[in-house]
């Protein structure tokens, strides 16, 4: 016995190769990362996690949970070492021309032991993918309208894939959608990391009360180089700037979403940055778009710092009016932040330069797009009045989309203990009957005991506002001035500050940029104007309302009436929000017409010098039981024969027993 282990040991050491145990193997190593599910190379990428070499002869991939089954499946006929760290790739044809293979060491049938059955075939719409060492599954996959029969395999709703995009895992651990992206060759693929805490000096800012002064100041101190990316690019005197910079010297490049209309402007700024030297291209407009759009606000400064804004650098927003009351202001509602650190702009550099690579096909020079435009005259006005911006040294983690923008709000949204606060130009209405986002996990906080406030613009759909304030238990309410564009997030003593608005297109298709700030001063800054905004546009502030006449539960459609009482003694006027259907009356009293369904109806009330207060609640109205009736009369008679043969031999038995 000694003389085998001491063979066996000998053959591992002249290996060279520490491969893991089982338990190790089947528990902390391999998962499924990658997933193709279009095009002929369709197929499957592993990656190891651990910290050790796995064999992955005792491994399989499947299309099904149960391993016998007759469906396809990738298996190892001989070992197949899979190096800690490393992606491996199987697929059918690794000839096509996706870009899914030879990104990573590729392996297709036959080859090294690779074993893909010919009925392993992945479907476009819904499918499940399962990894599993030995006979135990120990990861799944499930995407599209899937039934899925372990819940103890995957949490929540199941992953949409995208056309031309194939399935990659963005987080090591946690079997979610959000553990998940689609992505498309020439995007980033960075994963979230919130190890990653890079060290920075950072400026915190207002709009519309910094007038974008401290853009301008930072712009002006270039010496060597400055990268922009932006959504909308039109203030001109900051395309003066560019071009006063471009012409001392400065290496001016700006790449800019093709969708706004850049080349029809005439007379063009952008023609005028391309006289002074500055590279400018635009990116977007075409089929295979890498990004649906690129919505980031950020530039880059000497290789040294970098700005980021939820606000597009409009005049609205950049025009050097300083003022204390943002009420006063011309720009959105916004915040922005200045990070003095070389290792985050290195990082963001290198996005930059990915974004701006001309050969995925989706980006071209303004000059080849617009070879007639005429250059507009410009000149540059520099800020008169002086901003103050604080200074704090803290640690910063960069945030992506579509790469890992998901994942890393709701991290900071599910690991905040005592605050989660969100200003937010949109909501979608899925946002509200999904768990994969957000929006969701801040309802989790809620009903944990977190103070939970959400300030939303007046261009959210009304009915989401109501089923916001109604179902979730988050404090809610609606910021009409200035206009909310903003889309931060406090979560304790960490602050995010970029473009990501709550939506899936921003979150999982365009391609934005927001930085998670862990400071307490910074965080500090931004919940105060936070709770600032919140106070002042909190209408239920001085009027409590109760419902009087009300149920939750209507038994039929057609007409109701609801009463609304205010507590102060007063005279006032009742605005009914019945679904988003608004209505006025002078009496708290209000007949409403109503469907079967769920619905959702606010009022406010409001006082002859704007005091406001506000109620809402949700009801449900049965269907009309008339129909109901109607649908069981062609059932009566069988019914009622099968029911009095049933009573005949009841009478015949008891008659037998008694005789």
């Known amino acids: 016995m000694r003389s085998v282990l001491a063979v066996s040991l000998l053959f591992l050491v002249c290996a060279f190769v520490p491969l893991a145990s089982e338990y190790d193997a089947a528990n902390t190593g391999i998962v499924l990362y990658e997933v193709n599910i279009f095009n002929e190379d369709e197929g499957v990428s592993l990656h190891n996690y651990s910290s050790y070499d796995i064999d992955l002869k005792d491994f399989c991939i499947t299309d099904n949970p149960q ?32 870009g899914f293979p030879g990104r990573h060491t590729t392996y297709r049938n036959g080859e090294s032991g690779v074993t893909i059955s010919n009925n392993f075939a992945l479907n476009n719409s819904k499918d499940d993918v399962y990894l599993f060492y030995g006979n135990n599954i120990i990861d799944a996959f499930f995407y599209g309208d899937v039934e899925i029969t372990d819940k103890n395999l995957w949490s929540g709703d199941t992953f949409t894939p995208k056309k031309n995009s194939f399935a990659v895992r963005v987080s090591a651990e946690g079997e979610s959608a959000s553990c998940w992206t689609n ?38 101190d270039a010496k060597k180089s400055v990268c922009l990316t932006m959504y909308q690019l039109s203030c001109d005197n900051v395309y003066a700037l560019l071009q006063k910079l471009s012409l001392k010297g400065v290496d001016v490049t700006v790449l800019l979403e093709e969708s706004q209309g850049y080349t029809t402007q005439s007379p063009s700024p952008a023609k005028s940055l391309v006289d002074a030297g500055c590279t400018v291209k635009l990116i977007g407009g075409v089929s295979g778009d890498r990004y649906n759009l690129v919505h980031a606000k950020y530039c880059i400064i000497d290789g040294t710092r970098v700005i980021v ?128 986002n957000p929006y969701s996990a801040m309802v989790s906080k809620d009903s944990g005991g977190v103070d939970c406030k959400l300030i939303l613009s007046n261009n959210v759909d009304s009915r989401t506002v109501a089923s916001v304030q109604v179902s979730s ?29 709550w939506t899936y297109n921003s979150l999982e298709n365009n391609r934005e940029v927001m930085v998670a700030i862990d ?31 009300f149920s939750s539960h209507y038994s039929s459609p057609g007409k109701i009436t609801i009463t609304v009482a205010v507590k102060q003694p007063g005279n006032y006027t009742y605005r009914w929000n019945l679904d988003g259907a608004v209505s006025d009356s002078s009496i708290p009293r209000k007949v409403l017409e109503v469907s079967s369904g769920r619905h959702v109806l606010g009022v406010i009330a409001t006082d002859s010098i704007g005091n ?48």
């Open 612 to 659: 406001r207060g506000f109620i809402y609640a949700e009801f449900t109205v049965d269907e009309d039981s008339s129909d109901s009736v109607e649908s069981i009369l062609p059932y009566a008679a069988p019914v009622a024969f099968v029911l009095l043969a049933i009573m005949i031999a009841a009478i015949k038995i008891f008659r037998g027993r008694s005789a």
């Open 473 to 501: 238990g988050i404090s809610c309410i609606v910021m009409d001035t200035p206009y909310v564009h903003n889309k931060g997030i406090v979560c304790d003593d960490t602050v995010l500050v970029g473009s990501i608005n």
């Open 183 to 220: 992505y498309r060759i020439g995007q980033t693929n960075l994963q979230f990391d919130p190890e990653l805490q890079i060290d920075a000096t950072v400026h915190p800012f207002l709009f519309p009360e910094s007038g974008g002064i401290p853009i301008y100041n930072a712009l002006e």
């Open 309 to 436: 804004t939820s606000e597009n650098w409009t005049w609205g927003n950049l025009n050097m009016e300083v003022m204390t009351d943002p009420m006063e202001g011309q720009g959105n509602r916004g915040w922005g932040v200045l990070i003095d650190s070389p290792s985050y702009a290195s990082y963001m550099m290198d996005v930059f330069e990915n974004d701006i690579n001309g050969e995925y096909g989706d980006v071209i020079d303004f000059s080849d797009t617009a070879p007639y435009a005429k250059a507009k005259t410009l000149t540059y006005t520099a800020p008169t009045k002086k901003v103050q911006l604080p200074s704090y040294r803290c640690k910063v983690t960069p945030i992506l989309s579509p790469d890992n923008a998901q994942q890393a709000q709701i991290y900071y949204i599910s690991n905040s203990t005592y605050r989660v606060y969100s200003q937010q130009q949109s909501l979608d209405n899925d946002f509200l009957s999904r768990t994969d």
């Open 67 to 98: 391993k016998s089954s007759s469906e396809g499946s990738i298996g190892f006929s001989q070992s197949l070492i899979i190096h800690s760290g490393e992606t491996l790739t199987f697929v059918k044809d690794k000839s096509a021309d996706s």
């Open 519 to 549: 400071s307490k001063e910074v965080s500090g800054f931004f919940a105060g104007a936070f709770i600032d905004d919140f106070e002042t546009n909190d209408r239920s502030s001085g009027l409590t309302l109760s419902f009087t006449e």
